[in-house]
């Protein structure tokens, strides 16, 4: 049997509140392209089961979008001795522990209205495809450091293999 995963309460390092504002813009973008094409198909064919289906889909994104402040606020993550472990989630929580000298890759994203509120997402790429870790929502200079500690992090790790 292995041995629980140690988690600390405290040193959790979260990401810029300012990612909410990328991931609302994101919701509202993405729930125009759905609700949009509904509502004029229920429009033009009179089908009263179309205009249910679009109010219960806006509801869903209203939800979600209310939810967004609080979601981006449970992200984070940890260095520790020998791993970075990752968290998110609210209801259903995900922990992922990615150890240093696993790290293959590590890269950093900038969409168009992160790299306008001047932040990043930085992706890990380890060999198991599961374990794959994007940390959103990252100032870009803290991104930029947080990717060079790892990358010498991975390289010192895997020398020592």
Do not use: C, H
Request: charged share 20%.
């Amino acid at each position: 049997m292995t041995e629980p995963l140690d988690i600390p309460a405290i040193d959790w390092r979260r990401v810029s509140p300012k990612y909410v504002v990328v991931d609302v813009v994101g919701y509202i973008i993405f729930a125009l392209i759905v609700l949009a094409p509904a509502a004029l198909i229920a429009y033009f064919t009179e089908q009263v089961w179309i205009w249910i289906g679009a109010g219960a889909l806006a509801v869903i994104f209203l939800l979600t979008i209310v939810l967004t402040p609080r979601r981006v606020k449970s992200i984070g993550y940890q260095l520790r001795e020998d791993d970075l472990l990752f968290r998110r989630g609210i209801m259903f929580q995900r922990f992922v522990s990615v150890p240093y000298g696993r790290m293959q890759l590590v890269d950093i994203n900038r969409g168009p209205l992160a790299r306008a509120l001047g932040l990043s997402e930085l992706k890990f790429v380890t060999a198991a495809a599961a374990s794959g870790v994007v940390i959103p929502g990252l100032p870009e200079q803290d991104a930029e450091e947080l990717r060079d500690k790892l990358v010498s992090l991975a390289e010192s790790r895997r020398a020592g293999l």
